[in-house]
């Protein structure tokens, strides 16, 4: 199945432990790495409904997953199932709050289920998002990366010839004279940027934060820089949104709700002193046109969770990206700004 089990078990991977024992953080490899391909025959062909994408919406990794299926159109081709919380020893849960209290397929309660569905005895990570098969019922990726390029154009066949990234030149999520370039820009915006808050967030020591704190804002301020070329306006890459928009937009988006406060993620805001990515990233949110079809608003979650809180137990309501984020790194009290969550166009 192309699972390989991790070094850190689920019961050892909950929240407080993320570093290794020199203080920094570094992510383990994805445990399944299959593709789905336009080959009939293949392991994983590309077919209607036979595929199901496993996301919670606080994750940013599952959250590209979910821009990309918006976007490409594929509603009606991939499903969906949400899970809404997390528990310390078992991990993404079933909870009733904004998505099912059970797997409607299989009644299972937690994502650690649906793993040891697939691999049975699974002692490693069971992370979001984790794209199932239904027919073979396994897991066929738990890598974003590679979740969203099979979006991008395995299953063309069953979209409108207008929406096949094949047909569309230049203006395709992808373009061919900027495959290169947005690859390049992937890969410094990932080490410094995607992974960058994480590496900082739960770096355990004083030189790890600091080594990977000025790394994620010397990121941000190349990518300020880069935005100042007319040729990457309003989008990276110009006036077509392109896959680097998409890696970049879901971690920007919990920047200053979240990273800024809950990872200490704090020397700047991207609202205050990143202008042009503030607008980059507005542009982007607000955005409910044909163009988007609200692929990007549609899928962020500022919207409240019911939550238990106090010597009380009181229920109160806190935006979905604080909590996880504040449940991460072990913090008893979820931040309250910033205020707004994103500014207005």
Request: aromatic residues 14%; glycine residues 6%; neutral net charge.
């Amino acid at each position: 199945m192309g699972a390989q089990h991790q070094n850190k078990t689920d019961a050892l991977w909950k929240p407080g432990s993320f570093a290794d024992a020199d203080g920094h953080f570094r992510r383990p490899p994805p445990s399944f790495k299959n593709f789905i391909t336009t080959d009939v025959d293949a392991d994983f062909p590309a077919e209607v409904c036979r595929y199901v994408l496993y996301v919670h919406y606080a994750c940013p990794w599952a959250h590209r997953a979910l821009i990309t299926r918006k976007l490409k159109g594929l509603d009606d081709i991939v499903e969906v199932v949400e899970l809404d919380d997390k528990t310390p020893e078992i991990g993404w849960t079933f909870g009733g709050r904004t998505g099912p209290d059970k797997d409607p397929r299989y009644g299972f309660k937690y994502l650690k289920q649906l793993y040891e569905k697939a691999v049975p005895g699974w002692s490693g990570r069971s992370t979001v998002p984790a794209l199932w098969d239904t027919k073979k019922e396994t897991i066929v990726s738990n890598e974003s990366t590679d979740i969203i390029n099979m979006f991008y154009d395995k299953f063309d066949a069953f979209l409108p010839e207008e929406k096949r990234e094949a047909n569309k030149g230049e203006t395709a999520i992808i373009p061919p004279s900027l495959k290169s370039e947005i690859a390049t820009l992937n890969e410094w915006v990932y080490d410094g940027v995607n992974n960058g808050v994480y590496k900082t967030g739960f770096a355990s020591t004083r030189d790890a934060y600091e080594e990977s704190l000025f790394a994620l804002f010397s990121s941000l301020d190349r990518l300020e820089e880069h935005l100042g070329d007319p040729a990457h306006q309003p989008y990276l890459y110009g006036k077509n949104i392109t896959d680097a928009d998409i890696r970049l937009f879901t971690t920007l988006i919990r920047f200053d709700a979240a990273y800024f406060t809950s990872f200490r993620c704090n020397l700047k805001m991207i609202r205050y002193e990143y202008p042009r990515l503030h607008l980059w990233l507005r542009n982007l949110y607000w955005d409910q046109s044909e163009r988007t079809h609200g692929a990007f608003h549609s899928t962020v979650r500022f919207d409240l969770v019911s939550h238990t809180s106090g010597r009380k137990r009181a229920r109160v309501d806190i935006p979905q990206y604080k909590e996880m984020y504040a449940y991460a790194t072990v913090s008893k009290v979820i931040p309250k700004g910033p205020l707004p969550h994103i500014l207005p166009l």
